[in-house]
């Protein structure tokens, strides 16, 4: 596969609401340059605006191009960060438009807001594990769409009636004659072929690659070296820059010794910015030892004394006032008051750093004519707006050039860090690289929200839950990033995986209060609010089963009869593994059960704790429902990667502040789970005709809670903090 990095200026036009999704308001079709076919399809947009057009020539959210030498260009609205979606997409495609998968060329999406928004977001971004459920019904649409017009241009050519001719590896054929006609013979007929009013697409069991375990697209350019990522651009004439920033939120810079910086050897330039400053070096080497000879005197500002226990006493306060009202259920307050059993708890959540393997990285290049960008970004539109105000230019000045991203997590969803160069390159003659040391990365991060959470149950006779009440405190991503999302104090992440839980809970009751930590800025971070809410409710129905005296898998199942997907799925992870077998002494098995990003998901963990408190995650089982499954080893990868994630931010995780000042700083104080301490993984995966779910984020959560309840069942005792390992268990 041959990945174009395109770069683009904005596209201008009239807009059309996104309701008007006719057979022909979906897909246009018309010859593309050399006398191909170019399909354009108009994706429907979450409140918005979903195409727009110049009047001559139409600029789609995303378009399926047949050219004259057979190759089938896919413009790709998402963006590649190692979850697979430059294979699972054009397998949708290839499957319709019946092309050998290697037959697709993917080309990046230019940054346009109107043009590529995400149809499940309303603007142009990669996350929210929504890739393939955006993607499902509109590429195979297309794909189809294609192959039918390319059957008729076959048909009319040799004046045969379409209905006796098939598609077949990239050619059509008519079996009566023998003949047959490649694609690429046939591409400037169709594009004079009327859109057909009708589409059917395939069904489930005549998929030949829907299904199958596809090889990566991508893994032989990775593999080879070859793949280009942001930090891999290096323009004609670039400087590298690294910097140091405030080392408390909101500081400033109040003066710079910068003389033994200027005297190192490849060191080019100094640039003071009002809260940071920047070596601008030959080379990376050069720029960090100038940068660790520069002495500088830091203002810093409003939050000098700001601590970890600050913020969480003002979360914990907030917990006692009333919220917005996220759901309810019948009369929580009527239920309470007849428990036979009453049963409370408080949960804490810490702040986390993303810690991209790829550092954080911007190349920029500001002249007199404009603004030239390069970088891995999941939300170029973003990217491109932010550079274009922070230079002073027009819209159209500014190209961005996107490339692979070497981890996302959400924290490329962000346009900070093109500010910052962008800032930088404006003193800088010539395109300058600016590259984040990892100690300025995690001090400066933009950091998955601290939460705190009050739970309060009631019991029946026979220990089921009657009444369930859920409020909690913190700070909502989309209400910064996405105002509009935000609606009477509300989010759908912040409460998603706290509210329309798969269990048959008759009285029910969420509150979210929104409180933003001073200071520190909160960001998308992989699987987001279900990473805080399926950890806090998971566990707090693990206490209920113990209250119940019932094994924790019966209980939760007991809650399920109305929820069969979520039945087969906990009953699966149960029975895969074994969870009714024996464990030694200091070991436990745990369980967890969610619905989230659209898929089914349950896990039994093993886990080992020592006599001093260590706790090691020995085996996972994982069920996972997540509907049509389009590559299966895609599917098995995420969940694979999204435990280590989260196994990792189980354990280990979290980010502390004292004296306004990130605590963390590398890998060795923000520790990530080790190569050796990698537990064994099995994934199994229901079969389901149901439309797909998303799995990018789903084993991030889902561990989680299951490594908590693991630890109770091997110690007798609940650890309603995260990290749920370390002092906590050493400190008895």
Known sequence: MILDHNSSRAGSGRSQPAN????????QVGAATGGGLLLSLRLPVLGGEAQAADGSDFSPNAFVRVDRDGQIVLTMPYVEMGQGTYTAIPMLIAEELEVDLKQIRLEHAPPNEKLYANPMLGVQATG??????????????????????????????????????????????????????????????????????????????????????????????????????????????????????SPVFGGRVKSVDDKAARAVKGVRQIVRLDDAVAVVADH????????????????????AKLGTADIAAELEQATLKTGAVAQNIGDVDKAMAGAATKIEATYEVPFLAHATMEPMNCTAHVHKDGCEIWLGSQAMARIQAAAAKTAGLPLDRVVVHNHLIGGGFGRRLEADGVIRAVEIAKQVEGPVKVVWTREEDIQHDIYRPYWFDRFAAGLDEKGMPIAWNHRFAGSSVIARWLPPGFKNGL??????????????????????????????????????????????????????????????????????????????????????????????????????????????????????????????????????????????????AQIQSGIMFGATAALYGKITLENGRVQQSNFDTYQVLRINEAPAIEVHIVKSSEPPGGMGETGTSAIVPAIANAIFAATGKRLRKMPVAGSQLKSG
């Open 20 to 27: 008007d999704l006719s057979r022909r308001n979906f897909l």
């Open 128 to 245: 929210n594990s929504n890739a393939m459920r955006g993607g499902w019904q509109p590429m195979r649409q297309a794909g189809a769409t294609a192959r039918i017009m390319l059957v008729a241009a076959a048909a009319k050519r040799w004046n045969v009636d379409p209905a006796s001719c098939r598609a077949q590896n990239g050619e059509v054929l008519h079996p009566p004659t023998g003949r047959r006609v490649k694609y690429a013979e046939l591409a400037a007929d169709a594009a004079g072929i009327p859109v057909p009013d009708k589409v059917v697409l395939k069904r489930p069991e005549d998929f030949r690659l829907i299904g199958t375990p596809a090889k990566r697209l991508d893994a032989p350019a990775k593999v080879n070296g070859t793949a280009v990522y942001g930090i891999d651009a290096r323009p004609a004439g670039a400087k590298i820059a690294t910097l140091a920033q």
């Open 284 to 303: 990376m080497g050069a720029a960090k030892k100038g940068l660790a000879a520069l002495v500088i005197e830091w203002d810093e500002g409003p939050h």
């Open 491 to 636: 989010d759908p992440d912040s409460t998603e995986g706290a509210i329309d839980l798969v269990y048959a809970l008759p009285n029910f009751h969420v509150e979210f209060v929104r409180v933003e930590p001073p200071g520190i800025p909160t960001a998308f971070w992989r699987s987001v609010g279900p990473s805080h809410n399926v950890f806090v409710v998971e566990s707090f129905i693990d206490e209920l089963a113990a209250a119940a005296r019932q094994d924790p898998v019966a209980y939760r199942s007991a809650l399920l009869d109305h929820n069969p997907r979520a039945k087969a799925v906990l009953a699966l992870a149960a029975e895969k593994g074994g969870w009714a077998k024996k464990l030694p002494k200091g070991s436990g098995r745990g369980a967890s059960l969610q619905f989230v990003f659209g898929s089914y998901e349950a896990h039994v963990v093993e886990v080992e704790v020592s006599k001093d408190g260590d706790v090691r995650v020995r085996r996972v089982v994982c069920a996972v429902d997540c509907g049509t499954v389009v590559n299966p080893d895609t599917v098995q």
